[in-house]
């Protein structure tokens, strides 16, 4: 099986960066990817890694150590629209597994 | 932009009813998802399907079946509903050809059983 831990809530104010970690375990790793969620509305893909090292795209990163079972996603310059749930999944043989999610909550 | 569609946005139903959640999709995806989504737990994935009339139990099928006559509509049923099947339901669509974990969602039906 699976097992992916992130934090639950995390507070930061807007200009700021901010960093989300998410550790897993899983067998037959294909994959690790961020998703968000604002309140009330269906989760969005942001982001992917497979192999080692960062993805950059725009204001958000993600990084993935395989070795680790260690990703986090970097959210940089932050927005109040970035306010929202921060979904880690990871797929492993075949099957996409959800983090709980970690709360951001950006204040003016 | 691909589009998943959820029939209904909030739904509530009684013990012991039959219940349909309608999930429809318009960029022809071969794979379709319904996942449960509860505070502390995470998205749990229900049931996929691959292909037209497959179907695959994910991690918490009991109490659930579902149906994908065509292509695009994938449907999930609580054959009687209970109290602990009160939840957000998610729908989801992936293709073949992208990414194995990237998934497109409906925004979801929020059913309360009571």
């Known amino acids: 099986g699976q097992n992916i831990d992130q934090p639950t809530e995390m507070t930061a104010t807007e200009g700021a960066i901010v960093q989300i970690n998410c550790t897993y375990q899983t067998s037959g790793f294909n994959g690790l990817f961020w998703y968000q969620q604002h309140a009330g509305e269906a989760p969005t893909f942001l982001s992917y890694?497979?192999?080692?090292g960062l993805e950059e795209k725009g204001r958000f990163s993600s990084f993935l150590s395989r070795s680790k079972g260690y990703s986090y996603l970097l959210l940089k310059e932050l927005q109040m629209k970035d306010s929202a749930s921060y979904l880690c999944a990871v797929m492993g043989w075949g099957k996409l597994q959800f983090g709980a999610g970690t709360q951001v909550v950006v204040t003016p | 932009d691909v589009k998943v569609t959820q029939s209904s946005r909030y739904l509530v139903k009684r013990t012991g009813e039959k219940v349909f959640l309608e999930c429809v999709q318009d960029m022809d995806h071969e794979n379709m998802f319904w996942y449960r989504q509860d505070p502390g737990l995470g998205l749990r994935l229900i049931y996929f399907s691959y292909d037209v009339k497959m179907k695959e139990k994910g991690d918490i099928p009991e109490g659930y079946s579902v149906s994908r006559e065509k292509k695009e509509r994938f449907s999930l049923i609580l054959e009687s509903a209970s109290t602990n099947q009160t939840s957000m339901y998610l729908c989801?669509?992936?293709?073949?050809?992208?990414?194995?974990?990237?998934?497109?969602f409906g925004s979801g039906t929020q059913l309360s059983v009571l």
């Open positions: 989801a669509s992936r293709d073949d050809t992208g990414a194995a974990g990237k998934l497109f």
């Open positions: 890694n497979v192999l080692d």
